[in-house]
């Protein structure tokens, strides 16, 4: 069980915005750890989305985006298309726990 | 553009030693570190753990007991060594270029596709 909270599943029709949350607490998130956001297709190697909270690697449209406030942050997929069709995780570090962790995943689907 | 590819056997008796090999190409294996990562079907991402280039490593504290992690720059590869394997070992293993900012966490900006390494007699 992670110390990290996320939606099982998102949903939105094509074109539409859709917002993934990462709900932590204060010995991750809310302790100022940065968050970062990978995005999962079967068969192909997990994709970087967003690093410290915000920042896109190149590459990366942008259509997807960061942020983060208090416990939480988020990941904002404006535009939603067939191909973001995936599982995105959330990660951070946990200082109870000493160690990096990741949130549970969020499957998003195009309606 | 760094590429990354895990190699070794699918399918490992209970108690023996997983061993998987990741090979880089395609840039430096230096000024960076190296994670290995799982996920058990149908389940989340674990960490497993990381090794610096300088050879430095750091685990996941519930696997600590099982895993080694090393490094051979001359031939680009990073190399996991997980021991007395059960079947709760039985996961898609993935190899991770990790770039390290502190004072946040570090972050993994290229992997490999992925092995699935699967632990039954």
């Known amino acids: 069980q992670s110390v990290l909270t996320q939606p099982p599943s998102v949903s939105g029709a094509p074109g539409q915005r859709v917002t993934i949350s990462c709900t932590g607490s204060s010995s991750n998130i809310g302790a100022g750890y940065d968050v970062h956001w990978y995005q999962l297709l079967p068969g192909t190697a997990p994709k970087l989305l967003i690093y410290g909270n915000i920042n896109r690697p190149s590459g990366v449209p942008d259509r997807f985006s960061g942020s983060k406030s208090g416990t939480s942050a988020s990941l904002a997929i404006a535009g939603l298309r067939a191909e973001d069709e995936a599982d995105y995780y959330c990660q951070s570090y946990d200082s109870s726990l000493r160690d990096y962790v990741f949130g549970p995943g969020t499957k998003v689907t195009a309606l | 553009q760094v590429q990354l590819q895990e190699s070794g056997p699918g399918l490992v008796k209970p108690s023996e030693t997983l061993s998987l090999t990741c090979t880089v190409s395609?840039?430096?294996?230096?000024?960076?570190?190296w994670t290995w990562i799982r996920q058990p079907p149908g389940r989340g991402l674990e960490r497993i753990g990381y090794?610096?280039?300088?050879?430095?490593?750091n685990y996941n504290p519930s696997l600590k007991s099982r895993v080694t992690i090393s490094l051979d720059t001359s031939r680009k590869q990073v190399f996991l060594r997980l021991t007395s394997v059960t079947a709760a070992d039985t996961a898609v293993y993935y190899c991770?270029?990790?770039?390290?900012?502190?004072?946040?966490?570090?972050?993994?900006?290229?992997w490999g596709q992925g092995t699935l390494v699967t632990v039954s007699s």
């Open positions: 991770a270029r990790t770039s390290v900012s502190p004072p946040g966490p570090p972050y993994f900006d290229s």
């Open positions: 395609g840039g430096s294996i230096g000024d960076y570190y």
């Open positions: 090794i610096s280039y300088t050879g430095s490593t």
